[in-house]
C-alpha cells in the first residue's frame, strides 16, 4: 500500500524539483491542465476529458485544487475506475477544499495505464476521473 502524501511533503517535492536540476529529468505534469480551466484548479469537474500523451517512469503527476472539497485515490484497475469503486484504491491525501496531491510514477509502471479519481461525494460519476498511460 502507497503512503499518501501530505500537502506539505508535496510542495516541498514540487519546490525541490523547481529549484534544482531534478526538474529537467523529472519534470512536473499538472492533471487537468489545459487551454480553458483554471491553473490553480485544473483537478475538478470534467477532468476525464484531459488528453495526456503517455508520460514517462520519473514524471511527477501534479493534482491540484481550490474549487471544492475534493481527494485523489488511485485505483487499482480499470473495472473499479469505470465503475467508481474505491473498495481497493489507495488515498494520496486526506480530502480537503483547497488542495494538492503528487504522485511519482515508477519504471515499474512502464506500460501500463494509472487509473484516479476523487472519492468525495459524487464526483467520481460526475467525471472527476482520468487514465493516465505510462511510456
Avoid: H
Avoid at 470534467?46 to 520519473?58: F, K, M, Y
Avoid at 493534482?63 to 475506475?81: G, H, L, N, T
Avoid at 483547497?98 to 501500463?112: F, P
Wanted: positive net charge; charged residues 20%; hydrophobic residues 40%.
Amino acid at each position: 500500500m502507497r503512503r499518501p502524501f501530505s500537502t506539505a511533503i508535496a510542495a516541498c517535492v514540487l519546490l525541490l524539483a523547481l529549484f534544482s536540476s531534478v526538474a529537467d529529468s523529472k519534470p512536473l505534469v499538472p492533471v487537468g491542465l489545459q487551454k480553458g480551466r483554471s491553473t490553480l484548479s485544473p483537478w475538478s469537474l470534467g477532468v476525464d476529458s484531459w488528453t495526456q500523451p503517455a508520460v514517462n517512469p520519473g514524471t511527477f503527476l501534479v493534482f491540484r485544487w481550490s474549487d471544492a472539497e475534493r481527494d485523489v485515490q488511485q485505483f487499482p484497475d480499470e473495472d473499479s475506475f469505470d465503475s467508481c469503486n474505491f473498495y481497493s484504491a489507495d488515498p494520496l491525501g486526506p480530502p480537503r477544499k483547497v488542495g494538492m496531491d503528487v504522485y511519482l510514477v515508477r519504471r515499474a509502471e512502464r506500460g501500463k495505464t494509472l487509473f484516479f479519481g476523487s472519492r468525495v461525494g459524487t464526483d467520481c460519476y460526475k467525471g472527476l476521473k482520468v487514465a493516465i498511460r505510462v511510456s
